[in-house]
C-alpha cells in the first residue's frame, strides 16, 4: 500500500533562513506528489505538484521541490522564510483508483518561524 | 486554481441533532468531491468520496449511516452528521479534484464542528 512520511514533526526555522521540508512516499509506480499548507482552523492551499518531465518544480510563495526517484523523495524548500510562512505543511501522494484520484498524506510538519 | 467553498464555517450542536455541511466548487464542475476529517493536530483522514448521480464510497471503518453523503448537482455535495455525539467534533473539510487530469484537488476552508 501506499504511504507518505514527514519524519519531522516540528520545525522551527529563523526568520531569513533556508528551509527544507522533507517527504519520502512508497508507491509502486511513480506517484503524482503535492505540497499543501495549512494555516490554523483554516483548509489547504496547494504549493506546488509534480506529475512528469522536470524533477524541480517551483510552487507559490516562493517555494519549490525536487523530486528524486532513486530516494523515493519530494523536500520543499524555500531560501528565506519569512514570519508569514509559520503554518502546517503536507506532502500528499495521489493513486489512481477506478478513475477516483485519492490523496494520501503525510502526518505533517509544523513550521514555526523566530525572529 | 479553483476554488471551493463550505458552509458552515463552524457550527454547535447539542449532543443527538444532526448537521449538514455544504461543499461547492465555485468555478468548476465537480462529478468527484472529497471529504475529510481532521483532528487537532493531525493529518486529514479521507472519510468518504462522493459522487454525483451515484452513492458515496466510504473508507474503511466510516459509518455511512452516521454521515450522509449526498451530491445534488455538479457544484454541491453535502455530508450530514447524523445524531451527532461529542465524539463527532472535529474539523470536516471537502476537497474536489480540478483539470485536465483531475488529480489535483482543490480544498474547501473546512468546517468546525463541536457538539456538546
Known amino acids: 500500500a501506499q504511504s507518505v512520511t514527514q519524519p519531522d514533526i516540528h520545525i522551527t526555522v529563523s526568520e531569513g533562513a533556508s528551509l527544507e521540508l522533507r517527504c519520502n512516499y512508497s508507491?509502486?509506480?511513480?506517484?503524482?506528489l503535492f505540497w499543501y499548507v495549512q494555516s490554523p482552523g483554516q483548509g489547504l492551499q496547494l504549493l506546488l505538484k509534480?506529475?512528469?518531465?522536470?524533477?524541480l518544480v517551483q510552487g507559490i510563495k516562493g517555494f519549490e521541490a525536487e523530486f528524486k526517484r532513486s530516494q523515493s523523495s519530494f523536500n520543499l524548500r524555500k531560501p528565506s522564510v519569512h514570519w508569514s510562512d509559520a503554518a502546517e505543511y503536507f506532502c500528499?501522494?495521489?493513486?489512481?483508483?477506478?478513475?477516483?484520484?485519492?490523496?494520501?498524506f503525510g502526518t505533517g510538519t509544523r513550521l514555526t518561524i523566530i525572529p | 486554481g479553483a476554488v471551493v467553498s463550505q458552509h458552515p464555517s463552524r457550527v454547535i450542536c447539542k449532543s443527538g441533532t444532526s448537521v449538514k455541511i455544504e461543499c461547492r466548487s465555485l468555478?468548476?464542475?465537480?462529478?468527484?468531491m472529497f471529504w475529510y476529517r481532521q483532528f487537532p493536530k493531525q493529518s486529514l483522514m479521507l472519510m468518504a468520496t462522493?459522487?454525483?448521480?451515484?452513492?458515496?464510497?466510504?473508507e474503511q471503518g466510516v459509518e455511512k449511516d452516521k454521515f450522509l453523503i449526498n451530491h445534488a448537482s455538479l457544484t454541491l455535495s453535502t455530508l450530514t452528521v447524523t445524531s451527532a455525539h461529542p465524539e463527532d467534533s472535529s474539523f470536516y473539510i471537502c476537497?474536489?479534484?480540478?483539470?485536465?487530469?483531475?488529480?489535483?484537488?482543490?480544498f474547501g476552508p473546512g468546517t468546525r464542528l463541536l457538539v456538546l
Open positions: 462522493s459522487n454525483e448521480g451515484s452513492k458515496a464510497t466510504y
Open positions: 476537497s474536489a479534484p480540478e483539470g485536465v487530469s483531475r488529480v489535483t484537488q482543490y
Open positions: 500528499a501522494v495521489a493513486f489512481l483508483n477506478f478513475g477516483n484520484e485519492k490523496l494520501t
Open positions: 468555478d468548476f464542475q465537480a462529478t468527484t
Open positions: 509534480y506529475f512528469s518531465g522536470d524533477t
Open positions: 508507491y509502486g509506480a511513480t506517484p503524482y
